[in-house]
């Protein structure tokens, strides 16, 4: 298992056009997208370094919310694919068992 380190420049302007202040902006929040649903990373800032990932696809993207509670669209995703590192292990073939009287 392996963890993701995720950059990302947060925004100076709003979707109108008009600026968009580092103060203005509340919260970033990370999500995790794989097979088997979405997680959220909760708030973070850039660089953001994520728990242990389990094997699979993820698909990372971030949504801003500003301090009036206005929320971005999501950003582009950010991918990566976690692969096993080692094979399972071999089973067990000599496993005996004798009774006890």
Known sequence: MATATLT?????????GS???????????VFDTTASGVA???????PFTTP???VGDHS????????????????????VTITPTAANPSPVTDLAAILNP
Do not use: K, Q, Y
Not at 9 to 15: E, F, H, I
Not at 19 to 29: C, K, M, S
Not at 60 to 79: E, I, K, L, R
């Open 40 to 46: 959220s990373f909760g708030f973070a800032t850039s």
């Open 52 to 54: 242990t990932l389990e």
């Open 8 to 16: 990302w420049t947060n925004p100076t302007t709003r979707v109108d």
């Open 60 to 79: 990372f993207t971030v949504v801003v919310t500003d301090t009036a509670g206005h929320v971005s669209a999501p950003s582009n995703n950010a991918t």
């Open 19 to 29: 600026p968009l202040a580092a103060a203005d902006i509340a919260r970033v929040e």
